[in-house]
């Protein structure tokens, strides 16, 4: 069985930064990419980032230039840098993972979600 935990959410100021984990484990043969998605209340999920196993990495454009996203060099993390935060970044922030339980076999999965909430 394979998790995704995600950490860091919280309360942070506009202009304020903050910095979200999320950690895979289980029975994990290898992890393709990994990325985070957000959904506002009374909005659908849309991707914020993403990260394939080699490195490379695409992003939102409202993101572009204040979010970072990164990997451990065991790869089984992801995190997610936040800077400059704006009052529209509000969201639950969930992690998504393709991850291979074999060599033949990979699926997509998700963690719960970590709230991020800006504001003064």
């Known amino acids: 069985q394979v998790q995704l935990v995600e950490s860091g959410g919280g309360l942070v100021q506009p202009g304020g930064s903050l910095r979200l984990s999320c950690a895979a484990s289980?029975?994990?043969?290898?992890?393709?990419?990994m990325g985070w998605y957000r959904q506002a209340p009374g909005h659908g999920r849309e991707l914020v980032a993403t990260?394939?196993?080699?490195?490379?990495?695409n992003y939102a454009d409202s993101v572009k230039g204040r979010f970072t996203i990164s990997r451990d060099n065991a790869k089984t993390t992801v995190y997610l840098q936040m800077n400059s935060l704006k009052p529209e970044d509000t969201a639950v922030y969930l992690c998504?993972?393709?991850?291979?339980?074999?060599?033949?076999?990979?699926?997509?999965?998700w963690g719960k979600g970590t709230l991020v909430t800006i504001s003064s």
């Open positions: 998504n993972a393709f991850i291979k339980s074999s060599r033949y076999y990979g699926m997509d999965y």
């Open positions: 289980g029975s994990i043969f290898s992890i393709e990419a």
């Open positions: 990260i394939t196993s080699g490195g490379s990495t």
